[in-house]
DNA sequence: CGGGGACATAAGCTGGGGTTATGAGTGAGA
DNA sequence: TCTCACTCATAACCCCAGCTTATGTCCCCG
């Protein structure tokens, strides 16, 4: 990320997320006083709330008046902006609420570290809206992990990638995590009109995990080759900072990339005649087949064979 | 969004930006003290901090030791979910400041709405990277407003979408907003093996934003014909949502989707023999190419014309 | 065996955000 | 025109989260 000296600190230009979470009911209610009801709190609570988030950003947000409140130009920016970090921050929640209740809960999912980080906690919103009362906890391992768990009825559903099913267990392809290459704007290869090929892909070095890393394994296997890395790195987030940063190529999983794609800071290099991809897939023990909420939480998973 | 009864709101049960913060530093720095002095607050006030997370999330998220601190399983996977919404913090941060300033700042932007909304701050992150010291200044209107500022000399740079240049300004396209049809998984079409088209997609209803509105109109001009409303909403969100809930296919614009499509939240389905996108193009007076920070903006936005 | 890290604990201060109580516009209907 | 019902703003007060300083404990290393 870059770490400039950044003096002064996130938190402190950014209004905290209760105050966004208003700002945001106030956007959809359109009034102070009902978006406070809704949150639980009392209309001068809100009112000084967003007052002092206006003197924050420096900036008027809402348009007061007798009849209620609208959103200013700026404010509807600032709105989408807001929407941004309390999406994340529901992510955040559902994940670190199904990693607290070990115990005592219904729904038991062991998943592999990238579907519990990236897949799980979108899955579980989903859950959410369909089994308001469904709690779920989440326990993140590797795939002998994950089988462990349901082998030792420990564990309700699980989910594990790479190319092997676990013995014991029956398994469903859900998704593909796809492994992709991808550059800064600025490189060359984002102006190409060509698709890729594994000769190139395998001549060139290339910004990459450590060896033996998830995406590493798939780049390697379907080259057929060993890669050439340019820098190693220990981290997904540490070879994300240094492709947008232009140092060279890099191999990422999709799902680590976010706006980033779509925002055309990273530019996606078609690459033909290699299949980088790995399948991700829904596990439990041979015979018995998911029913109640790991049943419901399955069909949220269905994604199709793409 | 699909607001349900959800008593208590996230902020209650996410830790603030700066507990986030705080986290991702000890992640990164292997120590609550050295996190602690990056942050500029003491050590007790680090550790007092991490302890309320914890007990907050409850979690453990950090094993101490007398040689250093380092994450937990469980804190691995809460650290990349935390950053996450400080990533969605900064994009909030550089466009909140890039409003603020409107005035007396050395670098002027006038862009039209969705460019400043999902692109633009994305590119002064980037650009604060490259020149730490440039101060920008943001105004979003349609391309008429955008026009009139750079013509007034009110701004250094412009941006807009659409197919038409305003007259007396240059322009580069930049990168295309692609509109793209998804539905939720659940959908018949997301296992379609054969692409959609024209005559498919003009039949089908779908859910669109209202007419006359951005995407709307890309639709229907490359449809060559009326699109057909399931639901007509009036912001993309809502679109979002209806989707997300497996209303019905959606048409929006890929910018303003993010986790739903890597996640597989929402599918994407290909379509074929319709041109679903508009040129993003910056823009200046004729004749006054851009020089100093504005250049170097308009460096950064280089894409492919993909 | 004495530093010097690293983290924990304790006591005290401060301020942001909450509450209640009240005032003051505006528009709609008797 | 008066009054009610709705909006938002202001004032006075309270509380607690999070900060600080000052100290204690543990462990490793020279």
Redesign the interface.
């Known amino acids: 990320?870059?770490e400039?000296?950044e003096?002064g600190?996130?938190?402190h230009?950014?209004p905290?997320?209760?105050a966004l979470?208003l700002l945001l009911a106030v956007a959809r209610l359109g009034s102070l006083g009902r978006a406070a009801r809704e949150?639980?709190i009392t209309q001068p609570a809100a009112s000084s709330r967003i007052r002092s988030m206006e003197r924050q950003?420096?900036?008027a947000l809402v348009d007061r008046s007798p009849r209620g409140s609208r959103l200013t130009?700026?404010g509807?920016?600032?709105t989408?902006?807001?929407?941004?970090?309390?999406?994340?921050?529901?992510?955040?929640?559902v994940?670190?609420?199904a990693?607290?209740d070990r115990r005592d809960s219904r729904l038991r999912v062991a998943a592999s570290?990238t579907i519990?980080?990236?897949?799980l906690?979108?899955?579980l919103i989903?859950l959410?809206?369909a089994r308001?009362d469904t709690a779920v906890s989440l326990l993140?391992?590797n795939s002998t992990v994950v089988a462990e768990r349901l082998l030792a009825d420990e564990a309700d559903l699980g989910f594990v990638e790479g190319p092997t099913v676990p013995a014991g267990l029956d398994a469903a392809v859900i998704?593909h995590d796809h492994v992709i290459v991808v550059t800064a704007?600025?490189h060359p290869w984002?102006?190409?009109r060509k698709p890729l090929d594994a000769a190139e892909l395998a001549a060139t070095p290339l910004i990459l995990r450590e060896k033996g890393s998830g995406t590493r394994q798939v780049l390697e296997a379907a080259l057929g080759t060993l890669a050439r890395p340019l820098i190693e790195l220990s981290s997904t987030?540490a070879v994300k900072s240094s492709a947008?940063?232009g140092a060279g190529p890099a191999v990422l999983s999709?799902?680590a990339?976010?706006?980033?794609?779509?925002?055309?800071?990273l530019?996606r290099i078609p690459v033909e005649g290699v299949r980088l991809r790995r399948a991700l897939r829904a596990v439990w023990p041979t015979g018995h087949r998911p029913t109640g909420p790991a049943r419901d939480l399955l069909?949220?998973?269905?994604?199709?064979l793409?």
Do not use: C, H, K, N
């Not at 069909?299 to 199709?304: E, F, Q, S, V």
């Open positions: 990320m870059s400039s000296a003096r600190g996130l938190a230009r950014v905290d997320l209760g979470e949150l639980g950003l420096g900036v130009d700026a509807a920016l600032v989408d902006w807001a929407r941004r970090i309390v999406e994340a921050a529901e992510v955040f929640d994940g670190a609420q990693l607290r570290m519990a980080e990236y897949l906690p979108g899955w989903a959410r809206t308001p993140a391992g998704a704007p600025s984002a102006r190409r987030t947008l940063s999709e799902l990339l976010g706006e980033e794609l779509s925002a055309r800071r530019i069909g949220l998973t269905r994604a199709p793409a």
